[in-house]
């Protein structure tokens, strides 16, 4: 997969992802790849509901990953969560 | 499955919830299900990943589901995202 299909998760309106992800998908992309990390998690759920709910309905949630990343701040390391939702059109 | 095996994630700091699916494991189920919705969805993915990394090693990620609920909020109903991660041990 190419970075091409992989949206990332901001501080921004969640409908500012959905239109990357719709973009994606109308360009021909087969599937996309919603990350995010930390409290921008709960936002990338809600981008990846509102796509499939509203404007992509025959998108799938084929997997959703979980994991732990190191994040250097301010000279230390913290671990933070992070989530890959990935959404496929048949 | 029975009630006991969730664990609903609120606005407490995410070692209560920690706390409260390490006991279940430790009590002998071999499924505990974190469910959260909305703001507390990173929250969850935390707890999740702090079971695992830290007090559970052995429980596994089975699946992770996302959907999206009507919540009636001051008369009118409004969608909320949800998250249901499934830990499991072997």
Known sequence: MTDENIVFIGRKPAMNYVLAVVTQFNSGSKEVVVKARGRAISRAVDVAEIV???FVPD???KEIKIATE???EEGRTANVSSIEIY???P
């Open 52 to 54: 499939r709910n509203r």
């Open 59 to 61: 998108a799938e949630v």
């Open 70 to 72: 190191p994040v250097e």
């Open 87 to 89: 959404l496929e059109k």
